[in-house]
């Protein structure tokens, strides 16, 4: 129903913006809001993918 971005958000900390999530997960500190999203948009399709979870056999490795 949603994006894989609804669990995604960005916290500001002084001039920087990080990106965090649901699941615990964090990122970098960005000079940008944008680049925080964008990091958070891939962790969620590394992490979270909207479609193919649950699905597979197994993960390689
Ligand atoms: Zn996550």
Known sequence: MGP???RTT???RGAFA???CTCGWS???RRARAVARDDAAAHA???HSP???GDSPA???
């Open 4 to 6: 894989s971005q609804d």
């Open 18 to 20: 990080i990106a965090r």
């Open 45 to 47: 399709t590394a992490r």
């Open 59 to 61: 993960p390689p490795d």
């Open 27 to 29: 990122g970098p500190a």
């Open 10 to 12: 960005t916290v500001e």
């Open 51 to 53: 479609s193919g979870a």
